[in-house]
């Protein structure tokens, strides 16, 4: 399996980190091949902006979409982003290791899914979504540390149902492009536990993933 | 009414940043005090970093957390933060214009959440969050340019119920911070309407805005 790693934490010491290199060790020694894509490390921008085309379709009026689909048809994408759709477009999983700010992705992260998953290249409206989606065939699978416990992430805890809170990440952009979304994997309250605890969730997490080739998609 | 109005659009001309203008026309003629936080303009970096701090707590261990509720006792922030937060305290209402890009705010606008609510600023878990949050009495309303139609966007369309899409800003953000919720003006589609549809748009945004007084809380 090719499997293009996202990881956003800006600790390389962080227990986020230490999932994500859990994740490495665990796809290489089972002889995958894995590309990580470590954000913070490489200063990744989250903007979106002009300075992300070689050349523009229309200089007096800035459309993101329209720079996007021009970009694509005359292969007119800053190298940087080329670099990361030829990784998202290689891979066969794509595996999102990250925290759970504010209930939805960093910034940082973010901004990856703004500026790759461009118009033309990862998505056409009407045409291709969903189930007839341009990355049909590849799994994508969130890895996450979350503040909270597991009962706040309930219906009836104080956060609300943690599906429901991810629906705009797992339905919003991942089924979105195609991908079979696998249920996520995530850490609870990770910051707050002691260290027995969270040898405890590296053991899970390495048996959750020996077991991804059967888990079902959520849509 | 003191109003903060963030706005996240590269593009003055716009359809949302014509929203933006329109709202805050609306209120500077009603009397009401307006600050705008254009965060393109500002060029605002959205990526919280080590920089966000004058000094450190630790320079072995980056917690970004733990580096926010040490400079919120100790008045470390950096200039540009505390200009933020002191906008956010000042003001009554917090109006969020933007687009929704993949079923959220774009990076730039995220940054600003994930940099401008700090620990122990904006929130302290178990003890000020939702109903008791630091931000009570404050209301917070987004107003939205959507890619797709309204029908799109309910349980049986293509992209799912609206609300639940926007259930991790509206409850995981806005109401956990303390403030009151209002329910969202969305323009559905509007890069593809024809401009006397745009103008609609507008009439019923002055509309909707002179009717917020009236709006019941999401939560």
Redesign the interface.
């Known amino acids: 399996m090719k499997i293009l790693l996202l990881h956003a934490h800006?600790?390389p010491?962080?227990f986020t980190s230490a999932l994500k290199d859990t994740a490495v060790d665990f796809f290489t020694k089972r002889g995958d091949e894995v590309i990580v894509s470590d954000l913070?490390q490489m200063n990744f921008n989250?903007?979106?902006?002009?300075s992300d085309f070689k050349s523009r379709a229309n200089t007096e009026?800035?459309?993101?979409?329209k720079e996007q689909m021009n970009a694509h048809i005359n292969n007119l994408f800053v190298d940087d982003l080329k670099a990361e759709m030829e990784k998202l477009k290689w891979a066969d999983f794509l595996l999102i290791n990250t925290p759970l700010?504010?209930?939805?992705?960093?910034?940082?992260l973010?901004?990856w899914?703004?500026r790759v998953?461009a118009l033309g290249f990862a998505y056409h409206?009407r045409e291709k979504?969903?189930e007839n989606g341009v990355f049909r065939g590849k799994k994508a699978m969130l890895s996450l540390t979350a503040?909270?416990s597991e009962q706040a992430y309930t219906e009836q805890g104080?956060?609300?149902d943690i599906m429901?809170?991810?629906?705009?990440?797992h339905?919003?952009?991942l089924y979105?492009i195609g991908m079979d979304v696998l249920p996520p994997f995530i850490a609870w309250r990770a910051?707050l536990e002691p260290r027995e605890t969270l040898e405890k969730y590296i053991e899970n997490y390495k048996q959750y993933l020996s077991n991804i080739e059967k888990l079902k998609p959520l849509f």
Do not use: C, M, R
């Open positions: 800006p600790e010491k962080s913070y989250p903007v979106g902006v002009q009026y800035f459309s993101y979409l700010w504010w209930s939805t992705f960093p910034a940082i973010k901004g899914f703004d998953l409206p979504l969903y503040g909270a104080a956060n609300g429901k809170v991810l629906f705009h990440i339905h919003g952009i979105y910051h």
